[in-house]
């Protein structure tokens, strides 16, 4: 087998007919599916590369394939057990990884040039050498490494990143000596420092434009014009892992003046950069009990203000059209962020807008709701070329179809830093209630949830805290009905009950 030529010229499809089973013997070759259509070299070539050099690549655009080969079987090993565990996504996407049948890929390099290229860049920059004058990479626009500094700009920061959690995911690319965050112009940002310009490289190269979490807080990485920091505490806004003695400086600044001035002067030069490829890899993911875990020390850091770039209007389709009402809908994409007005279309009633209160929600919905079910159909939920969602005539009856709720008191994210902005989680089988009044059972809240045409599988109060549970349905489908029906239900004494998605299993 491995002594078999792959070639790529996308007429593979005979040799490639279902070719890799699961279950498949470890290769350090790996099959990798489903990508979306799209998307570039670069892009494929960074799911390897924190776990061992690339060696070859191979695409096979027309199938949404790519064969990616790595230097060591054991790195190729890492990789398949750690995305078995975490989802890998390119482009919001999941995709799917398994060990190839081939031992080797042999790459016809005529046809697969700009593969070859790419991966050349980025070879040289793994072994620090420049890239080969002959080969020009606007692909990822790689240059020999400059400085050992990194500058780390957090977009869309729904949970607060903390020093912690920037350690741990640039430590992949070699050891971190220092990091010092601060927040400027509404925006968290950091400068981490490396003990080698190469290490800075792989990481720029590999995580740029790529989300922490899912769906949100996108590293946007540039080199910065320093090339050594000074840090003069270690406490939760600066740290010199070199140096575990500094004092800890009771929140004073952890910049240096000095640095400040540079660091000003630096950022006008520097344009923020464009947004990147809106691609959630969850590998950097620290998956989402580290999210929780991470927005546990909200507290220390402040919401920056929520940009509200991006479209704001997203249009669902495919919905059921006898049993769909803007309430319903308000209800659901709630859960995402502060919607602000839902029309459901006149001449097409399977159809509705919905106005978000900014890009980041409509942007976190989208990416939550997209092909969940909702009163039996699989919803569609896409960015709207709308910029607002208009509000019928006055006197004008369009049947309840379109409904204004700007002013609605059921608004979860209004206040800025409101502990719901940590507690976004995708459509789950498991609900997470709150406010529960003291003389309501668990009784009565199986009968109430299961009258909502559902089975609920199990119920835990939370000990600490009567006012609080965790209920699982059957399937995620009931539990987005029972969302949808049960939210702000009253359960007299004025306790209206606030139900929203867990992460937790019971």
């Known amino acids: 087998m491995s002594s078999m030529v792959v070639t790529a010229n996308g007429n593979d499809s005979k040799k490639f007919k279902g070719e890799d089973k699961m279950d498949g013997a470890p290769s350090r070759v790996l099959h990798i599916r489903k990508l979306p259509g799209e998307v570039t070299e670069t892009e494929v070539i960074a799911l390897g590369l924190p776990f061992g050099k690339v060696t070859n690549i191979l695409m096979l655009k027309g199938k949404n394939q790519a064969f990616l080969e790595l230097a060591t079987e054991e790195a190729a090993i890492t990789m398949v057990n750690y995305y078995s565990a975490v989802t890998p996504h390119l482009r919001n996407q999941p995709i799917y990884i398994q060990y190839s049948n081939h031992k080797e890929l042999k790459t016809d390099n005529t046809l697969n040039q700009r593969a070859q290229a790419v991966l050349q860049a980025v070879t040289a920059v793994q072994t620090a050498n420049t890239p080969l004058s002959g080969t020009t990479v606007s692909e990822s626009a790689v240059t020999p490494a400059q400085s050992p500094v990194l500058r780390i700009i957090i977009d869309n920061m729904y949970y607060p990143v903390t020093l912690d959690v920037l350690h741990q995911i640039f430590s992949k690319f070699g050891a971190v000596l220092k990091i010092i965050t601060f927040t400027k112009n509404n925006q968290f940002q950091a400068l981490l420092q490396y ?148 029309k459901i279309l006149y001449n097409k009633k399977d159809s509705a807008l919905i106005q978000m209160a900014d890009g980041n929600q409509s942007q976190l919905a989208m990416n939550h709701l997209n092909g969940q079910k909702m009163y039996g159909k699989i919803i569609r939920v896409t960015l709207s070329k709308h910029q607002t969602v208009q509000l019928p005539r006055e006197g004008l009856d369009d049947q309840g179809l379109t409904k204004d709720f700007g002013n609605s008191p059921l608004h979860r994210f209004k206040k800025p830093g409101s502990k719901n902005f940590q507690n976004i989680f995708p459509p789950s089988a498991t609900l997470h209630l709150s406010n529960i009044p003291p003389s309501v059972a668990e009784e009565d809240l199986r009968t109430l949830f299961a009258n909502t045409g559902g089975t609920v599988k199990a119920f835990k109060f939370f000990q600490r805290d009567h006012k609080m549970a965790l209920l699982q349905m059957a399937t995620v489908e009931e539990a987005i009905q029972a969302l949808i029906d049960l939210h702000n239900y009253n359960l007299g004494e004025n306790h209206h009950l606030r139900v929203s998605f867990s992460k937790s299993t019971i």
């Not at 575990?244 to 910049?255: C, F, I, N, T, V």
């Not at 309430?327 to 919607?339: A, E, H, N, P, R």
């Open 195 to 342: 003990g080698d310009p190469v290490n800075a490289q792989q990481a720029k190269l590999a995580l740029d434009g790529q989300n922490i979490y899912n769906a949100c807080c996108t590293l946007r990485i540039d080199f910065s014009k320093l090339v050594n920091l000074n840090v003069k505490y270690n406490n939760d806004k600066s740290r010199d892992y070199t140096r575990p003695d500094l004092p800890s400086g009771d929140g004073q600044p952890a910049l240096d003046p000095a640095i400040a001035a540079a660091f000003a002067k630096e950022t006008s030069l520097l344009g923020l950069p464009v947004a990147a490829v809106p691609g959630a890899l969850s590998p950097l993911a620290i998956p989402n009990a580290a999210a929780a875990a991470a927005a546990a020390a909200a507290g220390r850091v402040g919401m920056p203000g929520v940009s509200a770039g991006g479209n704001t209007v997203l249009l669902v389709s495919n919905l059921n059209e006898e049993m769909v009402t803007p309430q319903s809908l308000f209800t659901l994409f709630g859960v995402y962020g502060d919607v602000q007005r839902v």
